[in-house]
């Protein structure tokens, strides 16, 4: 079965930057975008950007160019994202989320990383 | 970018009753590529709806999706107790996806 699970929590101070995995299994790695998408406490949904495992080409949310990077290891399925200069408002739960192709949904999601950004 | 605004941002309604939540485009969104997805407190999104009226594996068909251009809605034709949640639009049409702010669903 289709699975995506994610690394742990994290706890970072301002300024530090982050580094979220998501490991795929159950299906073929490099066949589906990954996407990461952010929703900070009690608010709403943040889609952040994806990659397109097969190439390792991404396209971000502007709001976020800059300022995250995502890559992926296909020799073990899995896609990281990478988010530096944190600040308080970045605390939030990661979330990475397949689709089959760029305009297509997300069917399948991580289960979500929390990360706290705290002094 | 294409924002989405969600509608109501509460609905207070009971097992049984149906619900109508509504999801407006910015500006039209592009061959239908509009999903909804459920959520509750603690969990990821779950995929409901996409390509606008496709309901996806396994969800109930009290649940569908109408709309087209810029105007979407989500109707759950009679609310069960699983159903009170957090609902969001999302569309994918554009090279930068957006999210609606969500409604959420609460037993009156």
């Known amino acids: 079965q289709v699975q995506l699970v994610q690394s742990g929590a994290e706890v970072k101070k301002p300024g530090a930057s982050v580094k979220v995995s998501c490991k795929a299994s159950g299906y073929t790695f490099t066949g589906y975008y990954m996407h990461w998408v952010r929703q900070a406490p009690g608010q709403g949904l943040e889609w952040m950007g994806w990659i397109n495992p097969n190439s390792g080409g991404t396209n971000y949310a502007q709001k976020f160019q800059g300022w995250v990077t995502m890559t992926r290891d296909t020799s073990i399925s899995t896609a990281y994202m990478e988010l530096s200069r944190l600040r308080s408002d970045d605390t939030a739960v990661y979330y990475c989320?397949?689709?089959?192709?760029?305009?297509?949904?997300?069917?399948?999601w991580g289960q979500g990383t929390l990360v706290t950004v705290s002094s | 970018e294409i924002v989405l605004t969600q509608s109501p941002g509460t609905l207070s309604l009971s097992p049984g009753e149906r619900a109508t939540l509504s999801c407006r485009a910015s500006q039209s969104v592009s061959s239908s590529y509009l999903a909804w997805y459920q959520q509750k407190p603690g969990q990821a999104p779950r995929l409901l709806i996409y390509g606008a009226s496709s309901r996806a594996t396994g969800i109930p068909d009290r649940f569908s999706g109408s709309g087209s251009g810029t105007d979407f809605t989500l109707t759950i034709s009679r609310l069960e107790p699983e159903d009170f949640a957090v609902y969001y639009c999302q569309q994918y049409g554009s090279s930068q996806l957006t999210f609606g702010g969500g409604t959420k669903v609460e037993i009156k």
């Open positions: 989320a397949r689709s089959l192709s760029v305009v297509l949904h997300h069917d399948y």
